[in-house]
């Protein structure tokens, strides 16, 4: 037996695929010293920033209130990872929360630093470029860590969670512990 919960709004999803779309484009795909590549990361940098004000009147599964961890919840994943205690969360988990919070500031800084290098006071700033390039490989690392996470939690839960930032709805067995 199934129990269905319809937890992230249509922002949310758009957001998350959108992102997810600019942000390989501009890293795999895109030529970086093009203006596509340019004009793509003024709009993650927008979808970012909208992101941020959405996470504060957002409806509640999207608000940063609703999903910031503390030590003992993020523990207490661990926890449950380790023992193999079947659990999910409604919105995002701890560790979930800690990587969005991680990506979200990584591609801030990615988007300032790639900003900053078409300025002329700082145009062929070595820290500069150096910053930016050690962010694009951080957010990469990142993403890839995201993406097996998501796969091995959503083995391990039984909770498909790549269908739920599609559809909107959490689809979690019976006998899956329910945490807030």
Do not use: C
């Amino acid at each position: 037996m199934m129990k269905k919960f319809k937890i992230w709004d249509p922002f949310v999803r758009i957001f998350h695929w959108s992102l997810v779309i600019g942000f390989t484009a501009n890293a795999l795909i895109l030529d970086e010293e093009g203006q596509a590549h340019i004009w793509v990361g003024y709009a993650i940098v927008a979808l970012i920033v909208a992101r941020i004000l959405w996470g504060f009147v957002g409806p509640r599964s999207a608000r940063f209130a609703a999903f910031t961890p503390n030590r003992k919840q993020v523990i207490g994943q661990i926890s449950d990872i380790a023992t193999r205690r079947r659990s999910t969360h409604l919105g995002h988990s701890p560790l979930g929360a800690l990587m969005i919070f991680n990506i979200i500031g990584s591609i801030l800084i990615i988007g300032v630093t790639g900003y900053m290098m078409t300025t002329n006071a700082f145009w062929g700033v070595e820290w500069v470029e150096e910053a930016h390039e050690i962010f694009v490989g951080w957010a990469e690392i990142s993403v890839v860590l995201h993406i097996a996470a998501v796969v091995i939690e959503s083995l391990r839960t039984g909770v498909n969670l790549p269908r739920a930032m599609v559809t909107g709805v959490k689809t979690v067995p019976a006998d899956v512990i329910l945490k807030e």
